[in-house]
């Protein structure tokens, strides 16, 4: 390798050596080298962050140069790796940090270690005493990098929870958002089916005055206007039926109310593996319906954490936002319900109110030709009272019951 005999500056530094062919690429010069490692040394650093942070050198670049200069693959640090965890039995965290090593593969009777200095002799008698094997590979990865790996990985029990950890809690994270995406949506339904209500309410309205004016007035059955409004009211209230006919068909096949709840709750499974319940139970004092109880458990769970051993504030932030995504996931739930009552109840008030006037109209003008009018808002509006109440009734208990974490 030419360029550790033509720097001969630069050499004089062991740090900078590795770092040589920097200059060979045109990527620093011999002062910028030579600066970085006085820097470093000052400040009892690694030259590596120094050229990172401060020279903007890319990481790849150095993995490539450290590369080329111990003569063997880098690795870069990815904590959705498998690391194997029987490799990681029995290993200390801070001797590894001291010695700068790490188990990343293990491919059949091979073990791929990553190293600060694959070279190292200390390091390669380390790891033979550490993990068994019938051959070891030694791989070149940066300081920085190397830390995340003893950090992520050793900071709970082999097997357990082990370096993937907030990988799976942003997949859990996922999947409550996409759990809550469909409830947006289904809420979506809901509103469109109490607009299409709206419009047959207006429908129904404009046939009950037509009707009024042509009883009321001699000449109303023959007033083009007021048949223009009654077949105003029909095209309507046909409208709204169809739109309110399509949710309600759509609805069908919609998960439907015990569903929901119980596809919620398999969306808080993490809970079981990131939460130690067990330590956190808190005492609960709602009526005992499932969404009220994922509720309640939830408010154990936002502050009160317990890892073991400690891991570092940001394993312990993901934990946090899991749980406050949960909570927004019991209140995405919540919200459906609502808006499924709240829809059951326009429907309920809509068909009482066309029912009564159905019977008024009945009542003050008795039976004639029109009376057809009024027998369609009574049927009508029965129809549409107890298709609410239908809406309504199974939710009943679950808005009854708020939980603490809610309020």
Known sequence: MTYKTTHNEVKEGQQAERFLILMDWG???????????????ARGIDIERVLIHEYGVPKGTLLAALSEYFKCPFVEYDERMPIPPGCLTGLDGERLSISLWFPIIHDGTTVIIAAHDPQDRRVQDEVRQSIKAEQ???????EEDLQWFIQDFLHAKPGSL???ERTGLAFWRNTMAHWRTRLACYRNDLAKGRTDLAILRWGLGLITLSDVLMQTHPAGAANPLTWLMMAAGVSLGVFGLSGYLTVRRT???TPGHQTLIEVTAATLQFLDAYHYLDQCAIASSTKGTMLARLGDCLGGHCTILFPSPASRERT??????????????????????????????????????????????MHYFGFSFLTAFDALLIVAGVLMAMDGFLWYL????????????MG
Not at 394 to 404: H, L, N, W
């Open 27 to 41: 990527v620093l010069t011999n002062d910028e080298l030579r600066q970085a490692e006085q820097a470093a040394v």
């Open 136 to 142: 070891y590979e030694f791989w070149v990865a940066l």
């Open 162 to 164: 082990i370096g993937t």
């Open 251 to 253: 609805r069908m096949r």
């Open 316 to 361: 312990h932030l993901a934990r946090e936002r899991n749980v406050l995504a949960a909570q927004r996931t019991v209140a995405a739930c919540y919200r459906t319900i609502y808006a499924r009552a709240r829809t059951g109840l326009a429907f309920i008030r809509t068909g009482v109110s066309f029912t009564m006037v159905g019977f008024g109209l």
């Open 394 to 405: 199974p939710v009943r208990k679950e808005q009854a019951e708020i939980p603490r974490c």
